[in-house]
């Protein structure tokens, strides 16, 4: 229990340190924003800074921190390390700098950031990599909710019947200005989800000693033996540090006024994020008393999970509170995955989003593919986890990426002898981990575990090895 609250302590201390660190690099200042040079009443849209932070909390905020933490916790409590630790000094960095770059491009995409400090072959590998990823995403943050209400409702309304539902509210959500329905639903869900964490950690914490949450340990507890590199930190994903968040920053930087505020809305989501990963991590090992039993529990589904806490910690009413901020959770970061491939096909094919009929010739075919595999994970036993795992891969990947696309942004601005280590070295601990894991997987090429160890390695070193060249490079040409 004590390492819990000095987990949260640390997250505290890592936005107003580390998150001052990570500004000031940056070095935002007064330049009028995307939001107010470009406003179109669509997607460039003024908001008030506590509103677009607590957008950007549920567009990020999805079932990664929560289902993502609870497989993650079947490792042990050696996850909450890398959940605060990758979130000061990755994943908050991350979303940071993803954001604030696009803003001083006109709030344009990762992909299109790709193509601009890496080149233009980066740019359409990232353009179709950005976009089945949104699409998984989206899928996922369709099944899971679906599972959930199918739980808590009769039985005609069964998951397919709420992945439809689901499904037509991510085309209302896709289609209207961000203000409309985004903008008015969100702060009172982003309320909802905090209460909601609160009340999940509240139970635990104030069970009378029912519950107990365990201390800090670097043990491996998984029951399979499962290795904690790199599949742990595959498995946690949106809960320390999460490339889908790459997506979701630039359409907050097409909203928020000032540059100044970008550390608030986008670092400051990360830690918040954060916390609620924390939550559920220490209620999954701490429900459960083991993680064999919390790793049997999970292989019922995921959802099933977030309701036996719920119900078990808070009672039959708390628990249908808890899991309706869950449900809320997810479904607020699936429709902005689909309204996030809707810009990047916009940019892509240069249509003007200010028409409803070009935002209907992208929405409705993105719709139709994500249906299908919502069918897909719903129709499959394991469905769910088969989109999940890719999911996973390709999330880290893309964090990878945009990691490393910041790097070139900071090495450009002449961050050149430590201001460029602030990304260089999480987008090179991200390449091993993405690298590792699609070379030993199961659903990669399931090479031996040393071999793949080695592979990783080099990959990262080669990249750590660019971008020390670019460096020598750059000191150079400013001596000159």
């Keep these: 229990m004590i390492s819990l609250f000095i987990s949260f302590a640390v997250l505290i201390v890592g936005y107003l340190v580390y998150g001052k660190v990570t500004e000031k690099i940056f070095a935002p200042d007064d330049r009028q924003t995307p939001a107010l040079t470009k406003e179109d009443g669509v997607d460039f849209v003024p908001m008030k800074t506590w509103k677009a932070f607590l957008i950007q909390l549920l567009n990020i905020a999805g079932t990664g921190p929560i289902f993502g933490a609870l497989m993650g916790a079947v490792f042990g409590p050696v ?210 008393g083991t993680t064999q039993l919390l790793s049997d529990a999970l292989a019922n589904g995921a959802s099933n999970v977030v309701y036996e806490i719920s119900t078990g910690v808070l009672g039959t009413f708390g628990g249908i509170l808890a899991v309706a901020g869950v449900i809320i959770c997810p479904i607020t970061s699936g429709d902005t995955a689909f309204r996030s491939a809707r810009l990047i096909l916009a940019e892509t094919f240069k249509l003007d989003q200010k028409k409803l009929v070009n935002r209907l010739y992208i929405t409705i075919p993105l719709l139709v593919v994500g249906g299908l595999l919502t069918w897909f994970a719903i129709s499959n036993d394991n469905g769910f986890q088969t989109v999940w795992r890719y999911f996973s891969w390709s999330n880290q990947t893309l964090a990878m990426i945009a990691l490393w696309v910041a790097t070139a942004y900071l090495l450009k601005k002449g961050k050149y002898r430590f201001g460029a280590l602030l990304t260089a070295l999480p987008a090179t601990f991200m390449t091993a981990v993405s690298t590792t894991y699609i070379l030993m997987a199961d659903e990669g090429l399931r090479l031996d575990r040393t071999v793949s160890y080695i592979i990783g390695a080099v990959v990262a070193a080669i990249l750590l090895g660019v971008y020390g060249y670019f460096q020598i490079k750059r000191a150079r040409k400013t001596e000159i």
């Design 79 to 288: 996850v909450f390390l890398w959940i605060v630790l990758g979130s000061i000094l990755g994943g908050a960095v991350h979303d940071y700098m993803c954001g604030m770059i696009s803003l001083r491009h006109d709030g344009a995409s990762i992909a299109e950031l790709s193509g601009t400090y890496l080149g233009k072959v980066a740019k359409v590998i990232m353009r179709i990599f950005s976009v089945v990823l949104l699409v998984l995403c989206g899928t996922v943050f369709v099944t899971s909710p679906a599972g959930l209400l199918d739980k808590l409702t009769p039985d005609w309304m069964n998951g397919t019947f709420w992945a439809i539902v689901i499904l037509v509210y991510y085309l209302l959500a896709t289609l209207l200005p961000i203000d409309k329905l985004i903008g008015k639903l969100y702060p009172v869900f982003g309320v909802l989800l905090i209460i909601m964490a609160g009340a999940v950690i509240g139970g635990i914490l104030f069970s009378g000693g029912k519950y107990t949450i365990p201390e800090i340990s670097l043990e491996n507890l998984h029951p399979k033996g499962t290795p904690v590199w790199p599949y742990m930190f595959i498995t946690v994903a949106c809960g320390a540090v999460s490339g889908f968040h790459a997506t979701q920053s630039p359409m907050i930087a097409k909203c928020i006024k000032s540059e100044k505020a970008g550390r608030k809305v986008f670092y400051g989501a990360m830690i918040s994020e954060s916390v609620i990963a924390l939550v559920w991590a220490a209620a999954g090992v701490a429900f459960y």
